[in-house]
């Protein structure tokens, strides 16, 4: 199955948007359409394609390691990944910001440019340990898996960095952007072994991809 691709896309609705998107370069996969099983790799084999339904989080660890040769996964999550993978294509959809937040009362008298050491909750700790750092801040980073908005409410910690798209969620529990880390989006990712060994199966997939975007910008734009 050397000539096979497999593509790791995460589950829910960036594999929603990943299918939709890949069909019009004529990537598809029958067997998944109106699937309500638990299956987790479904098949193509008329063009040997296969794709993996996994947690976004594992996605580059499948990709860096050769299990899968595409992948599509939040900018978000290759950040705090650090791993070694061909990033071709920011493919303009899940859109949402990292920030740093804090309750609004904190941020009416608090001055940001003044901060030294602070106590920080997010599912992100190597992202914002590097934010932190690189600004000459020692931030005490608290890694928490849930709702890092009730971090603030209960004490734990007067900060956190999170996605927002928009901003509800941060309102509803009285608190309010400060900084923008980065601008998130999905991006494919390529394993980098496969894109010399498979190379006349996945330039054209980025190629027609890459157009197909820079069509849809045009015209939205």
């Not at 009362?105 to 901060?115: G, V, Y």
């Not at 005490?140 to 209960?154: C, D, F, H, M, R």
Request: glycine letters at 6%; proline letters at 5%.
């Amino acid at each position: 199955m050397s000539d096979w691709i497999t593509f790791a896309l995460p589950k829910g609705r960036i594999m929603q948007d990943s299918m939709e998107l890949f069909a019009k370069v004529g990537i598809t996969c029958p067997e998944m359409e109106g699937d309500k099983s638990r299956k987790l790799v479904f098949e193509n084999p008329e063009h040997k394609f296969r794709f993996m339904a996994v947690r976004a989080t594992d996605v580059p660890t499948y990709v860096e390691y050769g299990c899968a040769d595409i992948g599509v996964v939040g900018k978000d999550t290759l950040l705090e990944a650090g791993k070694d993978l061909y990033e071709p294509l920011d493919l303009k959809f899940g859109y949402c910001r990292m920030v740093v937040a804090e309750p609004k009362d904190l941020a009416e008298k608090d001055d940001p440019q003044a901060w030294s050491n602070i106590r920080v909750a997010t599912k992100y700790p190597r992202v914002t340990e590097h934010y932190f750092a690189a600004k000459g801040i020692q931030a005490e980073i608290i890694k928490l898996y849930g709702s890092i908005e009730l971090a603030p409410l209960v004490g734990l910690s007067e900060r956190i960095v999170d996605l927002v798209s928009t901003g509800g969620t941060l309102k509803e529990n009285n608190m309010v952007e400060v900084e923008t880390i980065a601008e998130i989006t999905s991006r494919l990712v390529v394993n980098r072994a496969s894109l010399k060994t498979k190379h006349k199966r996945i330039s054209p997939i980025i190629e027609g991809l890459d157009k197909v975007i820079e069509t849809e910008n045009r015209i939205s734009g």
